[in-house]
T-cell receptor
Framework: QKEVEQNSGPLSVPEGAIASLNCTYSDRGSQSFFWYRQYSGKSPELIMSIYSNGDKEDGRFTAQLNKASQYVSLLIRDSQPSDSATYLCAVPNSGGYQKVTFGTGTKLQVIP | ETGVTQTPRHLVMGMTNKKSLKCEQHLGHNAMYWYKQSAKKPLELMFVYNFKEQTENNSVPSRFSPECPNSSHLFLHLHTLQPEDSALYLC????????????FGPGTRLTVL
């Protein structure tokens, strides 16, 4: 059973601070990783994807990947109240199966 | 809007009813997915269709029956559901590879009485 683990939170950060969201996965063969954001009552939307070890930056968001440690993280700089949502880590399964395993998500609260 | 629509948005049904959920994607994608999202649980993949062919059935009870008449439309037929089936049902689509981004519809909030 492929697993993706996240701290469910809530993670509370003050406005303007850096929010750090973490995810570990069990499938060593996974090659791509996704972060989705889900507002309450809404469907998930893609924020970032990352395929190579290291950092990938997109605006205020930075994804970090360490395949050796099976660890992927999402940093949100200058956090805004509008960033308050649940962040889902998603890992496509290796081995030819057309399946993506999602974590339970981390709820982020940005306090004004 | 992501280009994936779902109807109805809300559904209340009794355990003896038969209903269907509909999903349509306007993105030209080849793969479509049904997910179940329950409180405190991760998104659970139910079914995957690639080029209209079912490629994944994640041990879903037979009271859920998917149908994919073409690459743009996906249905989930429901019958004799249980109260524990109450959840948000999400449809998604992608180009077709497992590594492709999935685009989600708004979901159907299902309540089984």
């Amino acid at each position: 059973q492929k697993e993706v683990e996240q701290n469910s939170g809530p993670l509370s950060v003050p406005e303007g601070a850096i929010a750090s969201l973490n995810c570990t996965y069990s499938d060593r063969g996974s090659q791509s990783f996704f972060w989705y954001r889900q507002y309450s009552g809404k469907s998930p939307e893609l924020i970032m994807s990352i395929y190579s070890n290291g950092d990938k930056e997109d605006g205020r968001f930075t994804a970090q990947l360490n395949k050796a440690s099976q660890y992927v993280s999402l940093l949100i700089r200058d956090s805004q109240p509008s960033d308050s949502a649940t962040y889902l880590c998603a890992v496509p399964n290796s081995g030819g199966y057309q399946k993506v395993t999602f974590g339970t998500g981390t709820k982020l609260q940005v306090i004004p | 809007e992501t280009g994936v629509t779902q109807t109805p948005r809300h559904l209340v049904m009794g355990m003896t009813n038969k209903k269907s959920l509909k999903c349509e994607q306007h993105l030209g994608h080849n793969a479509m997915y049904w997910y179940k999202q329950s409180a405190k649980k991760p998104l659970e993949l139910m079914f995957v269709y690639n080029f209209k062919e079912q490629t994944e059935n994640n041990s879903v009870p037979s009271r859920f029956s998917p149908e994919c008449p073409n690459s743009s439309h996906l249905f989930l037929h429901l019958h004799t559901l249980q109260p524990e089936d109450s959840a948000l049902y999400l449809c998604a689509s992608s180009q077709g590879l497992v590594t492709d981004t999935q685009y989600f519809g708004p979901g159907t909030r299902l309540t089984v009485l």
